[in-house]
Each structure stands twice: as C-alpha cells, then as structure tokens.
C-alpha cells in the first residue's frame, strides 16, 4: 500500500513533504454469521512500513492486524470494510508517525 505525496506542516507551516509505503503478511479467520449473509474477519501478521520525509527514510517492521465487517451479496461476490493497525515508525526521538489503514472493497471469486 502506498500513500500520496501530503504536505507536513508544523504549526500550521508547511516544513516538507511526507509519504507512506507498507507490505505485509497476513494470516486471516473469517466468522460467518449464522442465518446471515453477514461476516466477520479478523487478520494478524507482520509489516513493515517506511515513511518518506523530504530525502529521508525511515521504517520499522513488526507485528500488525486488523478488523472487519463484510456482507455475501452472492456466493461469488461481497463487499466489506476492513480496519488495519500498522507498525509505528519513529522519524526523530519525540516524533513517530503511526499508520492506521481503512479500506472499503469488493470481492468477486471465480
């Protein structure tokens, strides 16, 4: 997953530019509801994410995982809405950018 160019200000002043770039690994349940075309899903793995400040580069890997909420709209097709927690990765002593991923998406299977 990547993330767009955005500007980084420090009180309101833009100092720089900041981007984000993770890959990750994930092992996932899903939990049908009885009766229901409704789903839960639960993921944990490991990532690893960088930040992009101006010419510098930082990451940090560890453990990351997830929620979601999903709805079969047939046997081969369903949408969901997924949360992601991702590792933190510290740029200076006092400063850490923490990544948190929500994905809205649809599903078809062959």
Do not use: C, W
């Not at 833009?14 to 690994?25: D, F, H, R």
């Not at 075309?37 to 995982?65: P, R």
Request: proline residues 3%; aromatic residues 10%; glycine residues 12%.
């Amino acid at each position: 997953m990547d993330s767009s160019k955005e500007d980084l200000k420090y009180r309101g002043t833009k100092v720089g530019e900041i981007s984000t770039n993770t890959a990750g690994l994930y092992g996932t349940y899903k939990y049908q509801f009885p009766a229901s075309n409704v789903y839960a899903k639960g993921k944990l793995g490991f990532a690893q994410t960088q930040v992009d400040v101006g010419d510098d580069k930082y990451d940090e890997s560890g453990l990351a995982g997830g929620v979601g909420l999903g709805y079969n709209l047939s046997p081969n097709a369903s949408v969901e809405a997924e949360y992601t927690r991702l590792p933190s990765v510290d740029v200076t002593n006092n400063v850490s950018v923490d990544s948190d991923l929500v994905t809205v998406g649809a599903h078809y299977k062959f």
